[in-house]
């Protein structure tokens, strides 16, 4: 099974400010994936990053809000930017190393934009 | 939209089997069917997963019905311990990888 290492785990940021959000991933994986959980609620697919291109995101989420960055096999970051109240959740990376394999998840990072 | 539909909660007694349906009733011939469970604050843990046999591993059983409309995971003997949220999700294969879709899940509390 894939370890994964998110950093931070947990962050209080200024509105209008932006957090880098680190995924590391032990071995290589073939998929990684950015979540978003608000309070209360299930998880949110918010793109596929793809190594070595621009990352694939889901209705609702653009690239200039949550900028994705996947350089190798193993790594890749998520950036919140320009934060609101509102972008306080907590956000997970996944990885998948095969087909019909399953997803394993990082411990996610909490967000609080104050 | 999440294929599966599950009971938004459930009691439990402890060293009681917990017994979790979900219904996939669109579920396409190629699509599995995964277990996982998220514990308080934490990234969701992978617990199982099956095509059409019924499949057990230490942490649980899953049983699938013939026609794959429905399934059950099994906790054989529920501990405090596994009080958590479990999700149980139809695998959607998509042209670029393959995505996990959640729905809302269902709240296990085991009570002692």
Known sequence: SAVISQKPSRDICQRGTSLTIQCQVDSQVTMMFWYRQQPGQSLTLIATANQGSEATYESGFVIDKFPISRPNLTFSTLTVSNMSPEDSSIYLCSVVQGTNTEAFFGQGTRLTVV | ?112
């Open chain 2, 1 to 112: 939209d999440a294929k599966t539909t599950q009971p938004p909660s459930m009691d439990c007694a402890e060293g009681r089997a917990a017994n979790l349906p979900c219904n996939h009733s669109t579920i396409s011939g190629n699509e599995y069917v995964y277990w996982y469970r998220q514990i308080h604050s934490q990234g969701p843990q992978y617990i199982i997963h099956g095509l059409k046999n019924n499949e057990t591993n230490e942490m649980a059983s899953l049983i699938i019905t013939e026609d794959r409309k429905s399934s059950t995971l099994i906790l054989p003997h529920a501990t405090l311990r596994d009080t958590a949220v479990y999700y149980c999700i139809v695998r959607v294969l998509i042209f670029y990888g393959q995505n996990f879709v959640f729905g809302p899940g269902t709240r296990l509390s085991v009570l002692p």
